[in-house]
Nanobody, 128 residues
Framework: QVQFVESGGGLVQSGSSLRLSCVASGIILERYHIGWFRQVLGKEREGIACFASSDGDTYYADSVKGRFTISRDNSTSTMYLQMNNLEPEDTAVYTC?????????????????????WGKGTLVTVSS
């Protein structure tokens, strides 16, 4: 059974940093197309950072490019999202998700409709 569990959310001030973690179980992480998504109440879920290919290419939404970094540790089946220079507009529930397994994959973006397994999310609140 595929399971993703996020942690690391919290309340921070504008300009601060946070690192989110997503521990995956039941899968071989490097064979999965995985990424981070966020959702603000009343708005559609947004794909913000994904591993776009099995070669390790990454995709970032324009809203987070240059501030957020996605990474993973295959040995511990953990994916991370380092978030720097946080802004109040980053306030959302952050969720990790994945689809697979694949021998190889390549995606041009970070579309939540591609994912078939989801974590429950962690809340990030950025105060001004």
């Amino acid at each position: 059974q595929v399971q993703f569990v996020e942690s690391g959310g919290g309340l921070v001030q504008s300009g601060s940093s946070l690192r989110l973690s997503c521990v995956a179980s039941g899968i071989i992480l490097e064979r999965y197309h995985i990424g981070w998504f966020r959702q603000v109440l009343g708005k559609e879920r947004e794909g913000i950072a994904c591993f776009a290919s099995s070669d390790g290419d990454t995709y970032y939404a324009d809203s987070v490019k240059g501030r957020f970094t996605i990474s993973r540790d295959n040995s511990t089946s953990t994916m991370y999202l380092q978030m720097n220079n946080l802004e109040p507009e980053d306030t959302a529930v952050y969720t990790c998700a994945g689809e697979g397994p694949f021998r190889a994959y390549h995606h041009a973006d970070c579309d939540p409709r591609d994912m078939d397994s989801w974590g429950k999310g962690t809340l990030v609140t950025v105060s001004s």
